[in-house]
């Protein structure tokens, strides 16, 4: 279980001036559940994300993770405790096989081909296909992304953040994508965070939280929250609320 107590984040600009990024954020994440963050850009939503995976350090509060208190432990530490962050723009490794990210996720240097094909099947990649490439500028956004996910599941990863997983990547790999996160969440034991504006991704949830201005603004079931979203949507645009979205 993940709970966040009175999270705080703050900022300098260059006059010196303090600026709050999170105000004051505290929520639970029981095990085995999909959660997704969502609102508009700039709320806090990856910085809340990357506090989770230590890349942030809190202003102030505290990060428990199954009853330890991981404020202070850096994201070697907080890997080894089965904490696993998917980026927005996963990085590319020139010379590093897809096979050798595998391995080198799974901490396993015998791993099998067998058992990356289990990894890669269950991100829609063929293993035969996939092993021997190079995690580089040859793979599309989709291939990266996903191959990225297949190192978290040979981390075997209690925890799985991923920061908007659907930036950059074509439709076909977007379907491809959910799926897996479906996938994953039905056959896995695993927690998992997503960030996404996605109604698609949005829809998977056990639970939605809307992350606008630094603080929860709403949280609930994906039934409740997205009708709340699209009101919010439809509020902000004088386009849309004189029925252009139907023209």
């Known amino acids: ?89 996963p990085p590319r490794f020139k010379g590093i096989t897809v096979r050798d990210l595998l391995t080198l996720a799974s901490g396993n240097k015998t791993l099998s081909k067998d058992r990356c094909c289990q990894y890669l099947t269950k991100v829609g990649l063929c293993a035969n296909d996939y092993l021997d490439r190079e995690v580089d500028v040859s793979l599309s956004g989709g291939e990266v992304k996903r ?26 790999s977007f379907a491809r994508l959910t799926e897996t996160f479906e996938q994953i969440h039905r056959s896995s034991s695993s927690t998992m965070i997503i960030i996404s504006h996605q109604e698609r991704i949005i829809s998977l949830a056990d639970e939605v939280i809307v992350i606008g201005g630094g603080t929860i603004t709403h949280s609930g079931s994906a039934d409740d929250i997205l009708p709340k979203i699209l009101t919010d949507t439809l509020g902000s645009c004088p386009v849309l609320t004189r029925g252009g979205i139907n023209a």
């Open 147 to 172: 191959i990225e996910i297949a190192s978290i599941l040979a981390r075997s990863a209690q925890l799985m953040v991923f920061d908007e997983p659907e930036a950059g990547i074509d439709l076909w």
């Open 1 to 89: 279980m993940l709970e966040l107590k009175n999270i705080c984040y703050s900022v300098h600009n260059e006059n010196g001036d303090e600026l709050r990024i999170l105000n004051d954020i505290s929520l639970t994440i029981p095990d085995n559940k999909l959660v997704v963050f969502t609102g508009p850009n700039g709320g806090g939503k990856t910085t809340l994300a990357k506090i989770i995976m230590g890349l942030a350090v809190p202003t102030s509060g505290q990060i428990i993770w199954n009853g330890q208190d991981i404020t202070a432990l850096g994201i070697t530490e907080r890997a080894r405790l089965g904490i696993s962050y998917g980026f927005q723009q």
